[in-house]
């Protein structure tokens, strides 16, 4: 009897999620249907010892330096990638801002935060609010 | 019985999905990491917490040196209220700051209430504790140093000193013990008070050297320099000063 509680109760709770799940499309439908500068834009980051290629599936100019990278942002260096939803890179000052959740993956590391910023052409990578590193 | 098996399983997965798997460390912070990859070491900021297999902490900031990558840690230095469970050193600990060289095996604790624990030793300082698990060294100093196993008790500014087999077996090796004012040890039934003390396990000798007291039950006898051979627990003091030596016994009856 318990049993069938708690299996309810589970059931109860995916389903609550993939509601969750459905609002987040919508949203990013929503936003695919806003008007974008650049289609599938694509940057790097360059400093002394690597190049980080910057993807995106679109981009907004927000003024001279700025662009708002949306939709699947992607970071990838020879060793490590970090998978986002919004950047804001400023092509002259060689740095990105995200405030949406983040993914870092490296060799045998996962970083999870609520954002990041990546200064100093990439040498720095700060992961903001709270953070979650998963070592293997 | 059906239900409760699927449950299980159900449970079983959430856990998987969720948690920390065996083998990997998980690390949370509340204020993010700052990653510094040309200079390879990362920033942990506030409330952090490290969950391993064989290492857990507590601590309010710590920094990373890595070599290969995030994972392949060198050296970790912890500040804020550090508290942490070593399951490889067989010791707990509480201080202000920890310094961690993974490699080498040394911990330091640093800061007022410092405290390493192990089963059988505790050390205490407000100074730092050092203990190289390698070869068993360990040093005490600063005030209100102090190391107490269940024979023994030692209270001084600086305790240098090594483990046998550390950390297996922690009995002492060999001790240097040091106070500009006076050390103090107290060894079964006999309390020793000398500026300086050394013992060396392979020949049992307690050295006492200046300024020396031995108290044992109601003898007390001062002197310049004394030896406590603890196989016979036996005692010799003299004196820089023919007839320094002072005896007093008192009778409580």
Redesign the interface.
Known sequence: MIGTLLIISFIIFILYKQINLSNINFEYVKNELSDADISKPKFAINNETKKIYISAGEGNFLNKDEVLLKNNVKFKSSDFSIETDKVVFNRNKQTAQSKTKSLFKSKNAIIFSNGFDIQDNGNKIVFVGNSNIILK | MK??F??LI?LLFSITLYG?EL?????????????????KFYL?KKNVKIE?DDFSLNANEVKINFD??????IELAAKGEVDFVSHVFEIKGKSKILNLKVKTEQLKVEGIGSELITKDVKMLSDGFIEINNLNGDFNLNGPNSKLLNENILIVAESIDGIFTDFPDNKEIKFLEVYDKNLSYVKNKDTEMYAKKINFDNDNSIIELIDKVTIIRNEEKITGDYGTLDTTNNSYKIKSNNQGKVKVIIQNNE
Do not use: P
């Open positions: 239900f409760n699927i449950f159900i920390r083998g990997e460390t998980e690390i949370t912070t509340e204020d993010g990491i700052e990653v510094f990859q040309n200079e942990l391993s290969k990558s995030l994972y392949d840690i």
